[in-house]
């Protein structure tokens, strides 16, 4: 029986475990931490449950393949999407409907409701035409770029809207600046800057508002619980707080893992690491690592998980409450290294779908905003003055008190994150997308000139984010049935 070994235990690594096992494949994976899912995790205290990482569940199907019937668990599509709250007082609530979103659209702001769903529209040919060469295949396996379909969608190169920025692309879609600002944001989920990012992140829009934002019943961490059940199902096996020292290679050949001392003998290996961290430590090349210095890295985040004291009837499950400056907000982020003193923040309340996360009449906020990569910021400090920044703009925009609210509090930095997570610079999606080539300077889900060496995770192609994340195992496991379908 051919072996596999993986390299970490995120949602990357247990999908691309779960792939690999049902090949037939003796599959172990090796996680350096005591928990399973990398990014997506959970914690409870003093009542209070909190998803500590992704919040969003977009293409459930992407996880529902993996899954045996009887371990697919209970997500409900929303119908609500967002909340969106403006300083000027408006509140704009994105429906999942894109009619009924449209329509609110025009009410609230007078732009007419056939320009949100034209823009939708337009959104989704873009998804049709990247998706399955940007997405769901490796787009650098020239062999897979010369299809029939693929020639097609090249012809049509024109209409992906590269060559303009998604804040060119919704400054000409809307004359309102605050439908500008929200369609901007999308660029925040790979932790781009809507400035400079290609207009094609616009497809962003397609899936929450055409195929659905979903929450898990029992929470985000669900996923990462169901999808390990499946794997210990198929026999894999979960080597915990066990750190692999590097990667064993000779002359080309791949030969395995070194593990607590020992050669861990394998047919294949499938990182699931922060690929900077694995070329500085696991398969040490100064020549990739001092490339990867170079490219800018995606944003980070500040988070803070605050219980409070009572509900708040205005929020729904995920709230922004946006800055008066984008731009401004964003050259903080990217050029300055810096939170701006008037920072967008989403807030999460997770009570609101699932009223166990909290006490009774209480409810869990996860509040986050956009932060810069680590790069030596006097981190105490900024998480200090922006907390405080945070507070005063909840206040103003809500009518509230908030820090009397507050009984339970903890904070997550980009330190923590790149501690805990092994992210460099605590970036959480690898390098940005903020300019028209940065999907080609993503790191390939292979090496050509090592056979048997496979790549997932967000710091890999696709990218970052859940959805990205399990197509990086997809293809994985795509190429290795391929290989061995041709022995």
Known sequence: MSKALVIGA???GIAVAIRLARLGMEVEVYEQSDSLGGKIKESVHAGFRFDRGPSLFTLPHLVDELLDEDLRFTYRKLDLITSYFFEDGVQLKAYADPRKFAVEVEQKTGVKASKLLDYLKQ????YRLTAPIFIFNS?????????????????QFFRLKVFSSLHQLNAKAFPDPRLVQLFDRYATYNGSNPYKTPGTLSVISHLEHEQGAFFPKNGMAQIVHSLAEQARRLGVRFHMQAP?????????????LVVEGALQLADVVVSDVDIYQFYTHLMPDQKRVRRMEKLERSSSALIFYWGMRKSFPRLDLHNIFFSEDYETEFVSLFEKKEISDDPTVYVFVSSKENPDD???GMENWFVMVNAPENVGQDWVEMNRRTRQHILTKLNRMLDEELEEQIVFEEQLDPVKIEEQTGSFHGAMYGPSSNSLFAAFYRHANFRRDVPGLYFVGGSVHPGGG???CLSSAKIVGDMVEEKRRSL
């Open 10 to 12: 995120g949602i990357g």
């Open 123 to 126: 959104s989704e040919r873009i």
């Open 139 to 155: 787009f650098h396996r020239i062999r897979k770029l010369l299809t029939w379909a693929n020639g097609l969608r090249a012809l």
């Open 244 to 256: 692999v020292e590097r990667v064993l290679v000779n002359k080309g050949q791949l030969k395995g």
């Open 358 to 360: 909290a006490p009774a």
């Open 466 to 468: 859940i959805p990205l």
